[in-house]
Every structure is written in C-alpha cells, then in structure tokens.
C-alpha cells in the first residue's frame, strides 16, 4: 500500500468518514496539486454518490480531476483510466448500478482505493 491509498484508508475510518467517495480522492492529493485538504473537499463535494444523483461514480469524476490537475489530459489516458476501472466492475462506471452489485461502504471503500492505484499507475510514467 502506498501513501496515496494508507492516506484514504485513514479518511475512510473516520466515523463519520471524512467525507464522500470523491471528496476522499481529492483530498488524498490535495497537497500534490497545490490545494488544502479543505479547499479539495469543497471542490469534490457535489460529486459523491454519483454527483447526487447515481451518475457517475465519485471515485471515477475525482480521479480525472486528479490526472487532470496534474496535467494528464489526453483521451488514451482518460480512456484507459474508464476502460480499467470499468473492466474490474463488468462495465459500470455509474454510482448506482455499482451500489445497486454491491451496497456497502467497504464496497465503496474499495472503489477508492482502485481509483487511487490507477491514478498512480497513470502518473508514474509521466513523472507527475
């Protein structure tokens, strides 16, 4: 485990958990990306639990901020961030259909933590 998933995971154990699914990505590299973990949480608030309204994932929106603010912005990396993620879920990338496969929060827990492995992977190679 690395820094990026140990910080989410400690997020995470707060109860109440410091915040939601997209929240909890952006403030992981908040620092990295020149924000306070106050300022991330306010940015990624609307996009938990689909942004409201089971659309998109958190994990999935508040990842491609991350790549984004880091400068990743191609489409094959944007792709193969979508593609990967929703490879590991039999194609969903929709809040909830994934909580409709599996309702718990461990569910979306883990979901972050996949997130944040494929942001890393997608950042090593750019040296970000």
Same mark, same amino acid.
Do not use: W
């Given at each position: 485990?690395?820094?990026?998933?140990?910080? %989410?995971? /400690?997020?995470? &154990?707060?109860?109440?958990?410091?915040?939601?699914?997209?929240?909890?990505?952006?403030? #992981?590299? @908040? =620092?990295?990306?020149?924000?306070?973990?106050?300022? %991330?949480? /306010?940015?990624? &608030?609307?996009?938990?639990?689909?942004?409201?309204?089971?659309?998109?994932?958190?994990? #999935?929106? @508040? =990842?491609?901020?991350?790549?984004?603010?880091?400068?990743?912005?191609?489409?094959?990396?944007?792709?193969?961030?979508?593609?990967?993620?929703?490879?590991?879920?039999?194609?969903?990338?929709?809040?909830?259909?994934?909580?409709?496969?599996?309702?718990?929060?461990?569910?979306?827990?883990?979901?972050?933590?996949?997130?944040?492995?494929?942001?890393?992977?997608?950042?090593?190679?750019?040296?970000?």
């Amino acid at each position: 485990m690395n820094q990026h998933s140990e910080k %989410a995971k /400690a997020l995470r &154990a707060q109860v109440p958990p410091a915040g939601n699914c997209a929240q909890t990505i952006l403030r #992981v590299y @908040a =620092a990295e990306l020149g924000l306070s973990e106050e300022q %991330a949480a /306010a940015i990624a &608030a609307n996009f938990g639990g689909g942004m409201k309204r089971g659309s998109v994932c958190g994990a #999935v929106t @508040a =990842a491609l901020m991350v790549l984004g603010a880091a400068g990743i912005t191609d489409a094959a990396s944007v792709q193969q961030f979508q593609t990967a993620f929703a490879q590991k879920h039999d194609g969903m990338l929709c809040c909830a259909d994934l909580l409709k496969a599996n309702m718990e929060k461990a569910h979306c827990d883990g979901l972050i933590l996949e997130s944040i492995e494929l942001i890393d992977k997608l950042m090593e190679p750019e040296g970000k």
